[in-house]
């Protein structure tokens, strides 16, 4: 199961709630062949705050980081093409 992180494009995959998933896809087994899920059934899991907070600023933390590798990536797509358009109008030699 995947969940999509907010204003992210990518789904992020918790490994901490093995339980909770299998609890999850039981239930929804269930929901599939009978005509009503009871919710009450359904166990969430209970993350203490200061664990929640660490786990968002570890989610804060590595979304900067990929923002910061796409930055890269498009700022080394643009010196390539830079240097395409130089070879090719003589601004730049090649040796």
Known sequence: ?????PGRRRPVVPRRIPAW???HRQAGSYASTAARLDARRLQLPRVPLAEQRRYGERFREL?????????AGRLGGQL?????????DGTVTPG
């Open 80 to 88: 390539v093409q830079g240097m395409y358009d130089g070879l090719t």
């Open 21 to 23: 998933d299998r609890q």
């Open 63 to 71: 979304a900067a980081f990929e923002d910061a590798l796409r930055t």
């Open 1 to 5: 199961m995947t969940w999509t992180w």
